[in-house]
């Protein structure tokens, strides 16, 4: 009898399950409930948050809807929900804001949500923030195969919490797919408007939304495509990576980059051939990488044997990707870039490996400037009057010129300002042509009609090479060498009422190349090299030293280095040292006179101006040699027949410090709750300082200092000293307060943006502050802006920043300047600025880093919010701050992005919302380079 009543209560229970289940299903498919979190009378309770200088005002706690989608693994049509609430709503996939909305406080929010791109096989996380009071969401999933899988707002399929007021939400353990919810409340139906939404219709909206999407990509894709096939440069992931201009890819990517930009593919095509294009570039360039480093690795006497591994596996897959890419199977292509990027990934997992044409913790390296060797003939004040292309390789003093129809025109000779003039009248233009003929260097002056060399006439020439000469007693500029690789049928000046104004180079034939440089480069008994030069006939014995230079490069240039990678190691006798390979990559060219290649591994200029300046701890491992001046940048010196060169690299002895910068001068900036707030987000994207600017001496200071500190973050100090008395005695008391700290919790940068003073007593005041901190706090840093500090060449004064910046002599002190010139634009690079902006843009800091044996520190740059663009839509900001942390990394900079406090805000739902700044924090700081050798 039990048993049967035990039967019966089971089927009936078991009917009442079905029952719900029915009405669930038959919910889900006609409408999604209203629901609500169900607190049971336990509903938590969080204090007031606070946030800067706001204390207790931000109550409001933001409450979390989380379910999971379960998605088959098989493709996707499309995927997407509809879902609404009361004033706002905030709609998150897998950890990441994928919609928004918000409204007036009793009015309904709704907003339509395609997530087809983000959904991935297997468990998905989608969790809505919305107010207490409930939301309604109904969505799908429509698969290829023409199922379908419909979810809602029905409660069991949903969990709830309450989080305190300003948590960051992407950092939550709910956004994982394994977080266990089980603690979590439950939902309940509640009183509000269901939805609903039908098959057709949420198919259609999820179509719509998609468009918008491929077209706001294939947005993105044109500027991709555009920087590739201009520039050279490949975004990947927000990343922008290239080098030396787009003369250095293969033909075919450009033309491909080209072909597309010029066509009108359907919505979505343009963003595939971009996604595969800049992937295969950025692969391309990682198993060349990978290969230099079996050499470098090798050359340091370190393993190389998972690098060659790597290669193995990746030059095969990148065959099969470039025939994928020239016959226009582009989602073939971007599946072997997934299998190549898993190959690299693997191989960098746990160590440091420079990318290619990049070096890390090494002010004396390689990067992305002409400016250096002088290979641009602009930098000369001269220009092309026929139609040319121009790739000037940063690791070469020449340039390589490809001539596209049959003569070389260079003109602007007489637009030169003469430079000393001993002898008048003026003449800046050439005045002669040194060629070989016949085996004998001759010094060759035009006829009447304006022609030096005739083949014709003179015969063919018997080196590939010709000097054009200037006379430097008449303010003449240096000489100019044109190394051919097809001989020249004429070569003809062109003068005017200054001289020669014009040169113009004639061949038999279009797409000829040939290279240009300045093969002499400092001037050494400037009137007799003039008066040996210009004579006619040459005295060989006079003119041997000149005519080496030119025979040297006439074989090197022929093994054109075009790329390189710097491999490193720890140096075993020195923490504060790194022994580093330079593994160059040539472009082997051959002339029609069979000249004999010469293979250079030349040592960078910074490093060679380095030992010119004697630098401590600078040396040179690899056997070198000197091959000629480069001028202001010392000696040429290169690895003779080898393609690297080895050499010892001393650290600036000091930790490095990057982070934050905020204005805190207003009276409760500083030692609120909001300040400890505020150093919590600044840690949590891996940062390890805070410069708040404000002239506090007080309780205040000290206790934003200690907060900081109990965080792990430096604070540094940093004041306007126009408002104060005496700012000597103001950091004579901070020091005494702040002795007994750790050496890495306190920094003293002096003056905020010094701009009062002449700069003789500008120097003498930061003397003065400095001689007063050190008489009782010896272990803190200290930074010195340069005066002015926005930027390096700075106006006012003729000579501005780090020209007349004088250092203190105190070791611990790190110089610094401010620069704002290159904030968010709408598109980073682009067409006008790229990396190489920046790089040439700082030189002067680089030189005097190099001069005074300093370390260099950007104490503000940045403050994006305050332009036009959003740090929270616009993703560039990833791209701009990853090429400026490369710039930083290289040359062991520290540094202080200006958030202006801007750069995190707060929801409707109480919640903290983090930009793309922090973004880029976070993925440079898990990178691991930020202090790797220190």
């Known amino acids: 009898m039990l048993r049967s009543l035990a039967k019966v209560r089971f089927v009936g229970f078991l009917a009442l399950w079905l029952s719900v289940v029915f009405l669930l299903t038959m919910r889900c498919a006609f409408a999604a409930p209203w629901v609500a979190v169900d607190w049971r009378g336990t509903e938590p309770h969080f204090p007031p948050g606070s946030l800067f200088w706001r204390t207790n005002e931000f109550r409001r706690c933001p409450v979390v809807y989380r379910t999971v989608l379960d998605v088959a693994s098989k493709p996707t ?25 918000t409204g007036k406080e009793s009015a309904t929010v709704r907003t339509d949500v395609e997530v087809t791109h983000l959904l991935k096989p297997g468990r998905n996380v989608l969790l809505v923030s919305a107010p207490a009071d409930g939301f309604s969401l109904d969505g799908g999933i429509f698969y290829r195969d023409g199922a379908t899988t419909r979810f809602g707002s029905e409660p069991p399929r949903w969990k709830a919490q309450k989080f305190p007021p300003l948590t960051v939400l992407e950092d939550e353990p709910c956004m994982k797919p394994e977080f266990e919810d089980a603690q979590w409340f439950a939902v309940r139906v509640a009183d509000g408007e269901p939805l609903t939404v039908s098959d057709d219709e949420l198919r259609a ?24 096939a201009s520039k050279g440069i490949a975004v990947v992931d927000w990343e922008a990576h290239g080098w030396a201009g787009a003369g250095r890819l293969p033909n075919w990517v450009g033309s491909l980059a080209r072909q597309a930009l010029s066509q009108s593919p359907p919505p979505g095509a343009l963003h595939q051939v971009a996604e595969a294009l800049t992937r295969y570039v950025r692969l391309n360039d990682e198993a060349t990488n990978l290969q230099n480093h079996v050499v470098g690795l090798k050359a340091l006497n370190a393993p190389a044997q998972d690098c060659q591994k790597a290669v193995s596996a990746l030059l095969p897959l990148l065959r099969q990707m470039q025939q994928a890419l020239l016959t226009h199977q582009f989602e073939q292509s971007l599946s072997l870039a997934a299998q190549s990027e898993a190959i690299v990934a693997a191989v960098r997992k746990g160590r440091v490996l420079n990318p290619l ?32 292309s121009v790739f000037a390789s940063p690791l070469s003093p020449a340039a390589l010129v490809t001539v596209h129809g049959n003569e070389l025109v260079i003109r602007g000779w007489d637009e030169l300002k003469p430079l000393r003039v001993y002898n008048q009248p003026p003449h800046v233009g050439p005045v002669g042509l040194w060629a070989v003929i016949g085996g004998k260097v001759v010094n060759l002056q035009p006829a009447p009609d304006g022609t030096v060399y005739d083949r014709a006439r003179h015969g063919r020439l018997s080196e590939n090479w010709v000097l054009l000469v200037s006379d430097l007693s008449r303010g003449g500029h240096l000489p100019i060498q044109m190394v051919f690789l097809r001989s020249p049928t004429a070569i003809v000046f062109k003068s005017g009422p200054s001289g020669t104004s014009a040169v113009t180079v004639r061949f038999d034939q279009p797409e000829v190349q040939l290279f240009l440089l300045r093969p002499l480069k400092e001037w050494r008994g400037l ?11 040459l005295r060989e014995s006079e003119v041997q030293r000149y ?32 022994r580093v390979a330079d593994v160059y990559n040539y472009w082997e060219l051959q002339d029609e006179w069979g000249t004999q290649p010469l293979r250079l591994a030349p040592l960078p200029p910074l490093a060679t101006y380095g030992l010119m300046r004697n630098y401590p701890g600078l040396h040179v491992l690899s056997p070198v040699e000197t091959l000629g001046s480069r001028g202001v940048w010392g000696d040429e010196m290169a690895a003779v027949n080898q393609n690297y060169v080895v050499y010892r690299v001393p650290l600036d002895p000091l930790k490095r410090f990057g982070g934050f910068t905020a204005y805190c001068f207003g009276p409760t900036d500083i030692g609120e709750p909001g300040s400890a707030t505020e150093l919590d987000l600044i840690k949590r994207t891996g940062a390890n300082t805070f410069r708040p600017q404000h002239n506090q001496s007080g309780e205040r200071a000290l206790k934003t200092a200690r907060w900081a500190w109990e965080r792990g973050l430096q604070n540094v100090f940093n004041t306007d000293e126009k408002w104060l008395p005496d700012v000597v005695e103001h950091y004579r008391t901070l020091a005494e307060q702040c002795k007994d ?63 007349t910046l004088e250092p203190t002599g105190d070791p611990l002190t790190v110089y610094s300047f401010h620069d704002y010139e290159y904030r968010l634009p709408p598109r980073w690079p682009n067409e006008q600025s790229d990396i190489r902006s920046l790089l040439s843009r700082w030189i002067p800091a680089f030189r005097f880093s190099i001069d005074h044996r300093a370390p260099i520190h950007l104490g503000e740059f940045g403050g994006f919010e305050q332009t036009q663009q959003s740090v929270y839509d616009n993703p560039c900001t990833i791209t701009l701050l990853m090429d400026y942390f490369k710039v930083f990394d290289q040359f062991g900079w520290h540094f202080h992005y200006y958030s202006n406090r801007g750069i995190v805000r707060v929801r409707a739902d109480g919640s903290v919302q983090e930009s793309y700044v922090q973004a880029a924090y976070r993925r440079y700081f898990a990178r691991g380079t930020f202090n790797v050798n220190r």
């Open 77 to 101: 049509a499309a995927a997407g929900f509809r879902v609404q609430a009361k004033q706002y709503l905030y709609v998150f996939i897998n950890g990441r804001q994928v919609a928004a909305a």
């Open 205 to 228: 909206a999820c179509e719509r939304l998609a468009l918008e999407r491929l077209q706001r990509w294939d947005e993105e894709a044109r500027w991709r495509l555009q920087m590739l």
């Open 357 to 388: 044409c990049s070096c890390l913790d090494n002010k004396f390296g390689w990067f992305d400037t002409t400016l250096l060797l002088e290979n641009d003939i602009a930098q000369w004040g001269l220009r092309f009057g026929s139609q040319v």
């Open 527 to 537: 009137l007799g090299q003039a008066r040996a030069m210009t004579q006619t006939p």
């Open 547 to 578: 005519v080496q230079p030119c025979r040297l490069w006439s074989r090197a240039l022929l093994h054109y280095p075009v790329t390189f990678s710097e491999a490193f190691v720890r140096d075993p006798n020195d923490r504060w040292a790194i």
């Open 741 to 803: 700290f750790p050496p890495d919790a306190i920094a003293y940068d002096l003056l905020n943006e010094p701009e009062t003073r002449e700069p003789r007593a500008y120097n003498a005041l930061i003397r003065k502050i400095t001689n007063a901190i050190r008489a009782v706090d010896k272990t803190h840093l200290i930074y010195v802006e340069a005066m002015p500090p926005w930027g390096p060449g700075a106006q006012p004064f003729p000579q501005g920043a780090f020209e």
